[in-house]
């Protein structure tokens, strides 16, 4: 099982953006997206007002970055050459970006961007003002479908998310706070993937693990948002649970409604309910479908039942790098699902006084379904003392 994303990977991922660059008039693929950046190089940094800027030509691949990332991106195999400022907003990223650009003679870009994104407070120039710039989605696109080794590495954080929600289990009792609960079986996942993994683990946490675990309760659990809130276990209490594992970037979602002690009569329809849901989309989920088919079919249902009135969203997100990519499965998508995408199925219900929703991490694959969380989804197995 691989850790983390081979050169290979990398090769294949920039040979097809100058495919695609080669079908434009343009000499340079430009992206300012922190994401994408990562995607094509493996360069993973924090987006901040500090601008990165990612150029590929046909025959150079360069990045222009802020003095303190220079230490960090210079060993990268992938990247021909590195350009720096000192910082913003005094070193004008994105004029040092126009320069990295002006001597490898570009023009001409397809970008993600025009200029750098407005966050943390930066406010720079249009990367127009100096260049002919199109706007491109080529990476957006490319990351729908995951290659093999991207829904393997997807598979090895929902094994490790699968343990650390065991702990999860394991750790609940009336009495106990949901914050130290999930602290706990956060650390004990972390702890027990770092030992396993050793050095074949890529690094990507600052100070924190890699694995996360942990719970909403009570009332809170009726928001699909909800916060952990500041009130003791109590035998009853509903659980939305969420647990993931970071492996070279990418992530799983695994999450489960759980019951501590004892479910009511009132719990158990509407858990029941929530899990005929999930399978109605699964049975719906196949390679050609229609994602609207899916999120309708989960619609359908809940109006059978008459709670539609208690869904507050659609069925489900992909997910990969960013905990939530797109396609979505919503009435209001287009496009099929096809080999690669790989989906949350999380269709909840949400009543005055609790929430319930499972989610699990799904592959779309030739045949049909890869299913890559696999805690159990019965009431039994959710009911924690």
């Excluded at 009336?174 to 999930?182: E, K, Q, Y």
């Excluded at 100070?207 to 309760?217: K, R």
Aim: charge should be negative; include cysteine.
């Amino acid at each position: 099982m691989p850790t983390e994303v081979p050169d290979g990977e990398f090769a294949d991922r920039l040979a097809a953006v100058r495919a695609r660059l080669g079908e434009t008039g343009a000499d340079a693929a430009v992206w300012f997206g922190a994401t994408a950046i990562e995607y094509l190089t493996g360069f993973h940094h924090i987006q901040t007002e500090r601008p990165v800027c990612l150029a590929v030509t046909p025959e150079r691949v360069e990045l222009t970055v802020p003095r303190l990332e220079v230490e960090r991106v210079s060993s990268n195999p992938r990247v021909d050459a590195v350009h720096s400022y000192f910082d913003y907003p005094g070193g004008e990223p994105v004029e040092t970006a126009v320069g990295m650009l002006e001597e490898l003679e570009v023009g001409a870009v397809r970008a993600d961007a025009d200029g750098a994104p407005g966050v943390m407070g930066y406010d720079g120039p249009a990367l127009s003002e100096f260049l002919d710039v199109e706007t491109q989605s080529w990476v957006d696109g490319m990351r729908e479908a995951k290659s093999d080794v991207e829904v393997d590495l997807i598979r090895e954080s929902a094994r490790w998310a699968n343990l650390a929600h065991r702990y999860l289990a394991e750790y609940t009792e009336p009495g106990a706070h949901p914050v130290t609960v999930s602290q706990r079986a956060s650390m004990e996942g972390s702890r027990a993937m770092l030992d396993a993994l050793g050095s074949e683990y890529a690094v990507r946490t600052r100070g924190d693990g890699p694995v996360h675990a942990g719970y909403i309760s009570g009332e809170e659990t009726a928001l699909p948002h909800g916060h952990t809130p500041n009130e003791r276990l109590s035998r009853g209490d509903v659980l939305v649970t969420g647990a993931t594992a970071n492996v070279d970037g990418y992530y799983s979602e695994l999450e489960r409604t759980m019951f501590v002690g004892e479910a009511s009569e009132e719990d158990e329809h509407y858990f029941e309910l929530m899990c005929e849901a999930q399978e109605t989309a699964f049975e719906a989920m196949a390679p050609g479908v229609d994602l609207a088919y899916v999120d309708d079919a989960v619609h359908s249902y809940f109006e059978e039942q008459g709670i539609a009135e208690l869904a507050r969203h659609h069925v489900g997100h992909n997910i990969g790098l960013g905990a939530h990519e797109p396609p979505y499965i919503d009435r209001g998508s287009e496009g099929e699902m096809e080999p690669g995408h790989v989906y949350t199925i999380e269709p909840g219900i949400y009543t005055e006084n609790a929430g319930y929703r499972h989610s699990d991490t799904v592959a779309v694959t030739e045949d049909g379904l890869d299913f890559l969380t696999d805690y159990p989804r019965d009431l039994e197995s959710n009911i924690v003392e």
